[in-house]
C-alpha cells in the first residue's frame, strides 16, 4: 500500500499539469513541480496555504470575485466536485496566468480526507481566443461600415454571417437562412444555378439580379463572391458583396434611351454627327455621318482624309474657315461645300460647328453636325434659275449677267487683265414684230440667241437685257478672238435669212464695244458706254460695229488712231525699241540692256507702253507685237556683237497674255536661233502677276526657258502677293525692285523696309536684285551700299534708241573696256 502510494506519488509529482492536495479545510498539503513551475512558489511556500487565498483572482473576463463567490470554495464547502472552471490566478511575479481548474473531494473510507485540484495552464489558447474574438470584431466593424452589402455563406451555401447594411435591406435574414430567398422570382432561377454552379465547382460568382428590399420594392443588384480556401485547398466558406446597382442601371438606360433617340432623329434627318480633337487629330464620325459619304461603318477618319473628301475647288476654303472657326472657343463654322457623295456624284453639304476650349482657353474639342443640302440647294437653283434666265431664250437675264459678270470683273482686277464687253441691238426688229406678229417675233429672239452662242466660246457670256438687246461679255479676248473679230462674226451670223414656216426674214445687228479697264471698271458703266458706242454703230449704217470712245477727250479717236497706228506699224515693221543701260554695282560697268518699246508716230514723240499697251490687248494685238519685240532685240543683240560692242544681256518685257501662248517659248527660242545670239544672253522680264497664275503651267514654261539658257527675271517686284514659299519654288534668276518702293527710298520708311526686305530676300533665294527707277544719287548709293547687284534708271541713262546706246555706251566706258 505504502508502495502504491509512493509510485503515485511519483506519478503526481512528475505529472505535466500542477496538482495540488488539500485536506478538508482546503489548506494545500500536497503541490507537484509543475505548480512549481506554473506559479513560481517553491513547493513549501505552498504547504499549508489556502489553494484561493494564494493564487485565485478573477474570471478571464475581468469580473472580480469574493472568496465566497469562487467555485472552489463553494466546492470545498458542498463537497461537490467541480470540472474545467476557468479562472485567472496570480503568479508569484504578480503575473497572470488563465487557469482551466477541477476539484474533486477524497474520501478515505467513507471519509472526506481532502481535494485535489488538477490546473491546467491554458493561458495560449485564451490568447488565441482573443485574437479571434478581436479579428471578428473588426471583421463587423469594417463591414458594417461599409456601405455594400456584405455576406458570408458557409460551404453548402446557408448564410453564416451578414452585415448590418444587409439587414437595413434586407431584413433578418440570419445564419443558416436560404440567400435566394430575397431575390425575384424571375431570377431566382438562374441565381441558384449560377450559385450551385459556383459551390460545386468553387469559382468565383457574379450575377446581377433584382432582390425585395425590406420595403418590399425590388431593385437590381450585382452579387459578387469568392470562396476561402483552407490549407488542405477546401472551401471553408464564401465572401460576398452585393451592391445596390439600381441607380446606375437606371442612368446607364436612360442614357442609352437617349443615345438612341438622337441616332434615330439623326437617321431620320440625314445627319452626320462629328466630334473633333485637335489636339490628338482624332475625328469621330456617326456611322450616319459616314454613310453620306458613302464610307463604310468602320472607316477611320482624320480632319486630312475629310479635307480630301471635299471637292478640290472648294477644299482650301473648308479648310481655311474650319482652322478659322477653331481659334478659342465658342467658334462658330456654317459652311457648304461639295464632296462625293454616297452614291459617288458630286453632293452639296453644310456642315454646323461649335469649338470647346477648356478654361486656360485651349481648344479641346470641335463638335457638329453634317447634312446633304444637294435637294435644297437644286431647288434654289431652279428659282434661281427661273428668276435669273430670260424665259424666252433661257439666256441669262439682266440680274444673272450682273452676277456672272461681278464675278469675272472681280477676277479681271485680281489677275490685271483685261475684257470686252458688246452691246448688240437688232436693226429692223419692230417691223418684223408688227407684220408678223408676237409669235415670229418670238421665234427669231430664240434663233438669234442661238446665233450668239455659235459665235462665242464657252467661256463667254450670252445675256438678254429685254426687247431686243443682247449683250456678250469676252473675258478673255485675245489676237485671234478680239472682240471686233467677234463683232463681225456676230454681225454676219445674225444677218444670214430666218426661215419661219414659208417665211424668209432678214435682219441686222448694231455692235457698240467697251473695253474693261479702259472704260470702266462695273458692269453699269460698260454697259452704258457699249450702248453708248452701239448708238454711234448704228448712225453710221446697219450692220456696223463700233467701240466706244469718252466723249471728252475725244478718246475713242485716240483709242481708234492708236489701234490703227498698231496695225500699221506691225504689218510695216514700224515699231522701235529703246534700250535703258543696266549697270552692274560691283563692277560698275553695264550688266546689259532693258528694251523697252515705242510705237512712232508721225509728226510726234513715240508713244509711250502704257498708252498704247492696253489698247493692243483690247485690240488682241499683244502677241504679235511681242514676237516683234523678240525678235528686234535679238537682232539688235547680234548687231552689237557684230559692231564691236561687249557681250551683254538683254532683257524683253512679256505681257501675260503672250507668256501664257503655248507656242512662246518655242517661239522665242526660234528668234534666238535665228539670231545666232546666246541664248544666254537673253533675259525675260515677267510681271509677279503673271507669273501667280496657274503656277504649275508657269513653272513648267519657265523651266522650259531656263533650259535654253534663257533667263527670267520678276518685274515690278513687291506690289504683288507672291509667298516666299511660292517664289522659292519659282525657277527665276533675278528680281527688279518696283520703281515706286526705289524712289520712296530717303522719302518714306515703308518703301525703305520693303526695298531692305526684297534685298534680304534675293541674297537669302540666290537671286540677282535690280534696283529700277533711280532717279538721284542718292538712291544710287543707298541701294550700292545695301548689296544691291544691278541699277536702272534715269540717273544713269534714260532709254536710248539703239544709235544712241551705242555712242553712250562708246562715250561712256574706255576702248580697252569696249574690248573685253
Ligand atoms: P518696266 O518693265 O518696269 O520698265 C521700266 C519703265 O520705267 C520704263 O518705262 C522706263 O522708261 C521707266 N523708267 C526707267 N528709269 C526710270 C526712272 O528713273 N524714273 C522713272 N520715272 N521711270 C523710269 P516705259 O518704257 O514707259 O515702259 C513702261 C512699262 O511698259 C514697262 O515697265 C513694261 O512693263 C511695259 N513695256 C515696255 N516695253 C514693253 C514690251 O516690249 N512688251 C511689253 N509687254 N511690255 C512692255
Ligand atoms: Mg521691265
Ligand atoms: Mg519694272
Given at each position: 500500500m505504502q508502495n502504491n502510494i509512493n509510485t503515485y506519488k511519483i506519478i503526481a509529482e512528475n505529472a505535466l499539469d500542477p496538482i495540488f492536495v488539500t485536506d478538508t479545510h482546503g489548506l494545500i498539503r500536497f503541490a507537484n513541480r509543475a505548480a512549481e513551475k506554473v506559479f513560481g512558489y517553491r513547493v513549501d511556500e505552498f504547504i499549508g496555504q489556502a489553494v484561493h487565498g494564494m493564487l485565485h483572482h478573477s474570471h478571464p473576463d475581468g469580473t472580480h470575485f469574493s472568496a465566497e463567490e469562487c467555485v472552489l470554495v463553494q466546492s470545498y464547502a458542498s463537497g461537490v466536485a467541480v470540472e474545467d472552471v476557468v479562472q485567472q490566478f496570480?503568479?508569484?511575479?504578480?503575473?497572470?496566468?488563465?487557469?482551466?481548474?477541477?476539484?474533486?473531494?477524497?474520501?478515505?473510507?467513507?471519509?472526506?480526507?481532502?481535494?485535489?485540484?488538477?490546473?491546467?495552464?491554458?493561458?495560449?489558447?485564451?490568447?488565441?481566443?482573443?485574437?479571434?474574438?478581436?479579428?471578428?470584431?473588426?471583421?463587423?466593424?469594417?463591414?458594417?461600415?461599409?456601405?455594400?452589402?456584405?455576406w458570408m455563406l458557409a460551404p453548402d451555401g446557408s448564410i453564416m454571417f451578414v452585415n448590418a447594411r444587409f439587414r437595413e435591406y434586407f431584413?433578418?435574414?440570419?445564419?443558416?437562412?436560404?440567400?435566394?430567398?430575397?431575390?425575384?422570382?424571375?431570377?431566382?432561377?438562374?441565381?441558384?444555378?449560377?450559385?450551385?454552379?459556383?459551390l460545386r465547382t468553387g469559382t468565383e460568382y457574379r450575377i446581377e439580379h433584382r432582390a425585395r428590399r425590406r420595403d418590399g420594392i425590388y431593385r437590381w443588384f450585382l452579387s459578387h463572391a469568392v470562396p476561402?480556401?483552407?490549407?488542405?485547398?477546401?472551401?471553408?466558406?464564401?465572401?460576398?458583396?452585393?451592391?445596390?446597382?439600381?441607380?446606375?442601371?437606371?442612368?446607364?438606360?436612360?442614357?442609352?434611351?437617349?443615345?438612341?433617340?438622337?441616332?434615330?432623329?439623326?437617321?431620320?434627318a440625314n445627319l452626320g454627327l462629328w466630334d473633333y480633337y485637335p489636339q490628338s487629330g482624332k475625328l469621330v464620325w456617326s456611322e450616319s455621318g459616314k454613310r453620306l459619304f458613302g464610307l463604310p461603318p468602320d472607316a477611320r477618319l482624320t480632319f486630312e482624309r475629310f479635307l480630301e473628301l471635299v471637292d478640290p475647288d472648294d477644299r482650301q476654303r473648308v479648310q481655311a474657315m474650319t482652322l478659322e472657326a477653331a481659334q478659342g472657343s465658342g467658334g462658330r463654322l456654317d459652311l457648304q461645300f461639295r464632296a462625293a457623295g454616297a452614291d459617288g456624284r458630286l453632293r452639296w453639304f453644310r456642315v454646323y460647328g461649335k469649338s470647346i476650349a477648356d478654361p486656360?482657353?485651349?481648344?479641346?474639342?470641335?463638335?457638329?453636325?453634317?447634312?446633304?443640302?444637294?435637294?435644297?440647294?437644286?431647288?434654289?437653283?431652279?428659282?434661281?434659275?427661273?428668276?435669273?434666265?430670260?424665259?424666252?431664250?433661257?439666256?441669262?437675264?439682266?440680274?444673272?449677267?450682273?452676277?456672272?459678270?461681278?464675278?469675272?470683273?472681280?477676277?479681271?482686277?485680281?489677275?490685271?487683265s483685261s475684257g470686252a464687253l458688246l452691246f448688240i441691238d437688232l436693226d429692223r426688229f419692230k417691223p418684223i414684230n408688227d407684220t408678223h406678229g408676237h409669235d415670229v417675233g418670238?421665234?427669231?429672239?430664240?434663233?438669234?440667241?442661238?446665233?450668239?452662242?455659235?459665235?462665242?466660246?464657252?467661256?463667254?457670256?450670252?445675256?438678254?437685257?429685254?426687247?431686243?438687246?443682247?449683250?456678250?461679255?469676252?473675258?478673255?479676248?485675245?489676237?485671234?478672238?478680239?472682240?471686233?473679230?467677234?463683232?463681225?462674226?456676230?454681225?454676219?451670223?445674225?444677218?444670214?435669212?430666218?426661215?419661219?414656216?414659208?417665211?424668209?426674214?432678214?435682219?441686222?445687228?448694231?455692235?457698240?464695244?467697251?473695253l474693261y479697264p479702259a472704260h470702266g471698271d462695273t458692269l453699269d458703266a460698260l454697259i452704258k458706254c457699249a450702248d453708248a458706242a452701239m448708238y454711234e454703230a448704228k448712225k453710221t449704217g446697219p450692220g456696223r460695229y463700233h467701240f466706244y470712245a469718252p466723249a471728252e477727250d475725244d478718246g475713242s479717236e485716240r483709242v481708234q488712231l492708236i489701234e490703227r497706228r498698231l496695225r500699221e506699224a506691225l504689218d510695216n515693221d514700224d515699231l522701235m525699241l529703246h534700250y535703258q543701260p543696266v549697270l552692274d554695282l560691283e563692277s560698275g560697268s553695264p550688266a546689259g540692256v532693258e528694251a523697252l518699246l515705242r510705237l512712232p508716230l508721225p509728226g510726234h514723240e513715240p508713244l509711250l507702253p502704257d498708252e498704247f499697251m492696253p489698247v493692243a490687248e483690247a485690240a488682241g494685238l499683244v502677241t504679235r507685237l511681242g514676237e516683234w519685240v523678240a525678235r528686234e532685240a535679238c537682232r539688235q543683240h547680234q548687231a552689237w556683237r557684230e559692231a564691236g560692242l561687249p557681250s551683254m544681256s538683254i532683257a524683253i518685257n512679256v505681257a501675260p497674255q503672250q507668256f501664257r501662248q503655248r507656242s512662246f517659248v518655242a517661239q522665242l527660242a526660234e528668234s534666238v536661233r535665228r539670231s545666232g545670239m546666246d541664248p544666254s544672253c537673253l533675259q525675260i522680264e515677267l510681271k509677279e502677276s503673271t507669273v501667280l497664275e496657274d503656277v504649275p503651267d508657269t513653272i513648267a514654261s519657265l523651266q522650259e526657258l531656263r533650259s535654253f539658257g534663257i533667263r527670267v527675271a520678276l518685274d515690278d517686284f513687291g506690289i504683288g502677293y507672291s509667298s516666299i514659299g511660292l517664289l522659292s519654288t519659282l525657277p527665276i534668276d533675278k528680281l527688279k525692285i518696283d520703281q515706286s518702293f526705289v524712289n520712296g527710298i530717303g522719302h518714306d520708311a515703308k518703301s525703305q523696309t520693303i526695298t531692305d526686305t526684297v534685298l534680304a530676300l534675293g541674297r537669302s533665294l540666290h537671286l540677282e536684285v535690280v534696283g529700277e527707277g533711280i532717279e538721284s544719287e542718292e538712291v544710287f548709293d543707298y541701294l550700292r551700299d545695301q548689296g544691291c547687284d544691278q541699277a536702272q534708271g534715269y540717273f544713269l541713262s534714260r532709254p536710248l534708241s539703239a544709235e544712241a546706246f551705242e555712242h553712250w555706251y562708246r562715250d561712256t566706258y574706255t576702248p580697252e573696256q569696249v574690248l573685253h
Amino acid at each position: 500500500m505504502q508502495n502504491n502510494i509512493n509510485t503515485y506519488k511519483i506519478i503526481a509529482e512528475n505529472a505535466l499539469d500542477p496538482i495540488f492536495v488539500t485536506d478538508t479545510h482546503g489548506l494545500i498539503r500536497f503541490a507537484n513541480r509543475a505548480a512549481e513551475k506554473v506559479f513560481g512558489y517553491r513547493v513549501d511556500e505552498f504547504i499549508g496555504q489556502a489553494v484561493h487565498g494564494m493564487l485565485h483572482h478573477s474570471h478571464p473576463d475581468g469580473t472580480h470575485f469574493s472568496a465566497e463567490e469562487c467555485v472552489l470554495v463553494q466546492s470545498y464547502a458542498s463537497g461537490v466536485a467541480v470540472e474545467d472552471v476557468v479562472q485567472q490566478f496570480v503568479r508569484k511575479d504578480g503575473g497572470f496566468i488563465t487557469v482551466s481548474c477541477s476539484l474533486t473531494p477524497v474520501a478515505q473510507d467513507g471519509q472526506a480526507i481532502g481535494h485535489v485540484l488538477f490546473v491546467r495552464d491554458i493561458s495560449k489558447r485564451a490568447e488565441a481566443e482573443q485574437a479571434r474574438l478581436a479579428n471578428e470584431r473588426r471583421f463587423r466593424v469594417l463591414t458594417d461600415a461599409m456601405p455594400q452589402m456584405v455576406w458570408m455563406l458557409a460551404p453548402d451555401g446557408s448564410i453564416m454571417f451578414v452585415n448590418a447594411r444587409f439587414r437595413e435591406y434586407f431584413g433578418e435574414l440570419g445564419a443558416g437562412d436560404d440567400p435566394i430567398s430575397p431575390i425575384h422570382p424571375d431570377d431566382a432561377q438562374g441565381n441558384r444555378e449560377a450559385l450551385e454552379e459556383a459551390l460545386r465547382t468553387g469559382t468565383e460568382y457574379r450575377i446581377e439580379h433584382r432582390a425585395r428590399r425590406r420595403d418590399g420594392i425590388y431593385r437590381w443588384f450585382l452579387s459578387h463572391a469568392v470562396p476561402l480556401r483552407d490549407e488542405a485547398g477546401n472551401v471553408s466558406a464564401w465572401y460576398g458583396t452585393s451592391t445596390d446597382i439600381d441607380d446606375i442601371r437606371r442612368a446607364s438606360e436612360v442614357l442609352r434611351k437617349s443615345r438612341e433617340t438622337l441616332r434615330l432623329a439623326t437617321e431620320a434627318a440625314n445627319l452626320g454627327l462629328w466630334d473633333y480633337y485637335p489636339q490628338s487629330g482624332k475625328l469621330v464620325w456617326s456611322e450616319s455621318g459616314k454613310r453620306l459619304f458613302g464610307l463604310p461603318p468602320d472607316a477611320r477618319l482624320t480632319f486630312e482624309r475629310f479635307l480630301e473628301l471635299v471637292d478640290p475647288d472648294d477644299r482650301q476654303r473648308v479648310q481655311a474657315m474650319t482652322l478659322e472657326a477653331a481659334q478659342g472657343s465658342g467658334g462658330r463654322l456654317d459652311l457648304q461645300f461639295r464632296a462625293a457623295g454616297a452614291d459617288g456624284r458630286l453632293r452639296w453639304f453644310r456642315v454646323y460647328g461649335k469649338s470647346i476650349a477648356d478654361p486656360a482657353g485651349t481648344l479641346v474639342r470641335f463638335i457638329g453636325i453634317t447634312m446633304d443640302i444637294t435637294e435644297t440647294k437644286l431647288a434654289e437653283q431652279r428659282i434661281r434659275d427661273a428668276s435669273q434666265r430670260d424665259a424666252l431664250t433661257g439666256l441669262p437675264n439682266r440680274a444673272l449677267l450682273f452676277e456672272y459678270c461681278t464675278h469675272l470683273l472681280a477676277i479681271a482686277q485680281r489677275t490685271r487683265s483685261s475684257g470686252a464687253l458688246l452691246f448688240i441691238d437688232l436693226d429692223r426688229f419692230k417691223p418684223i414684230n408688227d407684220t408678223h406678229g408676237h409669235d415670229v417675233g418670238d421665234v427669231v429672239l430664240r434663233q438669234v440667241a442661238k446665233r450668239l452662242l455659235d459665235c462665242t466660246r464657252q467661256e463667254d457670256i450670252v445675256g438678254r437685257l429685254g426687247g431686243d438687246e443682247f449683250v456678250v461679255a469676252l473675258p478673255h479676248p485675245d489676237d485671234t478672238y478680239g472682240p471686233a473679230t467677234v463683232a463681225r462674226n456676230i454681225i454676219r451670223r445674225i444677218s444670214e435669212p430666218y426661215y419661219i414656216g414659208d417665211l424668209q426674214l432678214q435682219l441686222s445687228p448694231s455692235v457698240g464695244i467697251s473695253l474693261y479697264p479702259a472704260h470702266g471698271d462695273t458692269l453699269d458703266a460698260l454697259i452704258k458706254c457699249a450702248d453708248a458706242a452701239m448708238y454711234e454703230a448704228k448712225k453710221t449704217g446697219p450692220g456696223r460695229y463700233h467701240f466706244y470712245a469718252p466723249a471728252e477727250d475725244d478718246g475713242s479717236e485716240r483709242v481708234q488712231l492708236i489701234e490703227r497706228r498698231l496695225r500699221e506699224a506691225l504689218d510695216n515693221d514700224d515699231l522701235m525699241l529703246h534700250y535703258q543701260p543696266v549697270l552692274d554695282l560691283e563692277s560698275g560697268s553695264p550688266a546689259g540692256v532693258e528694251a523697252l518699246l515705242r510705237l512712232p508716230l508721225p509728226g510726234h514723240e513715240p508713244l509711250l507702253p502704257d498708252e498704247f499697251m492696253p489698247v493692243a490687248e483690247a485690240a488682241g494685238l499683244v502677241t504679235r507685237l511681242g514676237e516683234w519685240v523678240a525678235r528686234e532685240a535679238c537682232r539688235q543683240h547680234q548687231a552689237w556683237r557684230e559692231a564691236g560692242l561687249p557681250s551683254m544681256s538683254i532683257a524683253i518685257n512679256v505681257a501675260p497674255q503672250q507668256f501664257r501662248q503655248r507656242s512662246f517659248v518655242a517661239q522665242l527660242a526660234e528668234s534666238v536661233r535665228r539670231s545666232g545670239m546666246d541664248p544666254s544672253c537673253l533675259q525675260i522680264e515677267l510681271k509677279e502677276s503673271t507669273v501667280l497664275e496657274d503656277v504649275p503651267d508657269t513653272i513648267a514654261s519657265l523651266q522650259e526657258l531656263r533650259s535654253f539658257g534663257i533667263r527670267v527675271a520678276l518685274d515690278d517686284f513687291g506690289i504683288g502677293y507672291s509667298s516666299i514659299g511660292l517664289l522659292s519654288t519659282l525657277p527665276i534668276d533675278k528680281l527688279k525692285i518696283d520703281q515706286s518702293f526705289v524712289n520712296g527710298i530717303g522719302h518714306d520708311a515703308k518703301s525703305q523696309t520693303i526695298t531692305d526686305t526684297v534685298l534680304a530676300l534675293g541674297r537669302s533665294l540666290h537671286l540677282e536684285v535690280v534696283g529700277e527707277g533711280i532717279e538721284s544719287e542718292e538712291v544710287f548709293d543707298y541701294l550700292r551700299d545695301q548689296g544691291c547687284d544691278q541699277a536702272q534708271g534715269y540717273f544713269l541713262s534714260r532709254p536710248l534708241s539703239a544709235e544712241a546706246f551705242e555712242h553712250w555706251y562708246r562715250d561712256t566706258y574706255t576702248p580697252e573696256q569696249v574690248l573685253h
